[in-house]
T-cell receptor
């Protein structure tokens, strides 16, 4: 099992360019999340999807859009990248029910916006 | 709202010394707390959950309701313990609260 897979792992963009970060999971989890990690700021929730067909804003949604394509996939789109979006992005999943709060993470996608 | 505070951004200890990573919470209702760890260039992973009262890699964490704390402890630090540690509430339903700033542990050889 691959668990949670993110692509790409690294990306360099110029200001104003767009791109999509992909996340796929094979754990049959209902909930999926996108976080960004910045030095001194910890992890901040961008968007989440409680189940297929639903998405909701987290703490820092501005400048991002998401799509829950199906149960397996949850993508994060930057329509017009800005240097402030330089960060490491993590996708995570959580099983509904079972032990609450246990998140499973991808390896991260390092994005640099010039 | 479920909130946690990790007061130390960086904690440096010598190898073999005891380690305590602090976490304080403010909750309504019965708290459930977790510790996640991120080793260099690796994905975040669950280290401990308080309900299981288990010991992982020598780490333990006891929920102290009187002090509203869930400190992570290890009696003898190892170099491989160097990592970022996050104290995390479980979130309300599917909504997963922000992790917070975390504490970077550096074990000096």
């Amino acid at each position: 099992n691959a668990g949670v897979t993110q692509t790409p792992k690294f990306q360099v963009l110029k200001t104003g360019q767009s791109m999509t970060l992909q996340c796929a999971q094979d754990m049959n989890h209902n909930s999926m999340y996108w976080y960004r990690q910045d030095p001194g700021m910890g992890l901040r929730l961008i968007y989440y999807s409680a189940s297929e067909g639903t998405t909701d804003k987290g703490e820092v949604p501005n400048g991002y859009n998401v799509s829950r394509l199906n149960k397996r996939e949850f993508s994060l789109r930057l329509e017009s990248a800005a240097p402030s979006q330089t960060s490491v992005y993590f996708c995570a999943t959580k099983r509904t029910g079972g032990i609450t709060g246990e998140l499973f993470f991808g390896e991260g996608s390092r994005l640099t916006v010039l | 709202a479920q909130r946690v505070t990790q007061p130390e951004k960086l904690l440096s200890v010598f190898k073999g010394a005891p380690v305590e990573l602090k976490c304080n919470y403010s909750y309504s209702g019965s708290p459930e707390l977790f510790w996640y760890v991120q080793y260099s260039r690796q994905r975040l992973q669950l280290l401990l959950r308080h309900i299981s009262r288990e010991s992982i890699k020598g780490f333990t964490a006891d929920l102290n309701k009187g002090e509203t704390s869930f400190h992570l402890k290890k009696p003898f630090a190892q170099e491989e313990d160097s990592a970022m540690y996050y104290c995390v509430p479980p979130g309300a339903g599917s909504y997963q609260l922000t992790f917070g700033k975390g504490t970077k542990l550096s074990v000096i050889p």
